[in-house]
């Protein structure tokens, strides 16, 4: 396989203090293109409102695949690099990008911005095209729901 090939795997995990765009509540869903997220409320009869949004550098996870090709890591856990935040992200705090048996990951817990409240809880997953066993498909839905 080519180099660099494999598969972008974002999660969104939950939102935290969203902000209330409905009488008393929200309908909220995410909407992720590469590196950027955006939270929406679900309206019936009017335009969703726009509840914010949020940005991830994926340079760090670019890093740490190369650090993982050099340190020749194949199995186990191990810590690759710290992120920290920054004004090229929108990160509350450090995170840590990790690889685990083939898979390099960043949990990120990320501010929303443009918005008075809200955060989101989100895992990024790089798996290299070797240890991804999918073929590629399109997704039904572009938008993923909050919990």
Not at 19 to 24: G, K, L, M, Q
Not at 27 to 43: S, T
């Given at each position: 396989m080519?180099e ?9 995990a ?12 929200s ?17 019936r009869f009017k ?82 095209a ?6 590629l ?11």
């Open positions: 080519e660099g090939c494999g598969l972008l795997k974002v999660v969104v939950r939102g935290r203090n969203l902000a209330v765009r409905d009488f008393t509540s309908d909220p869903y995410v909407i992720v293109r590469v590196a950027h997220m955006e939270v929406f409320d679900w309206d335009y969703d409102d726009k509840m914010g949004h949020a940005f991830l550098d994926l340079q760090p996870v670019a890093a740490a695949t190369k650090l993982r090709r050099a340190l020749r890591l194949t199995a186990g856990e191990t810590k690759l690099r710290k992120v920290v935040p920054d004004a090229d992200n929108c990160l509350l705090s450090d995170s840590f990008v990790m690889y685990n048996d083939g898979e390099i990951s960043l949990d990120a817990r990320l501010r929303l911005r443009d918005v008075e409240s809200g955060e989101l809880f989100v895992t990024v997953k790089w798996i290299e070797d240890n991804a066993k999918v073929t498909t399109y997704p039904q839905h572009d938008v993923a729901p909050i919990n």
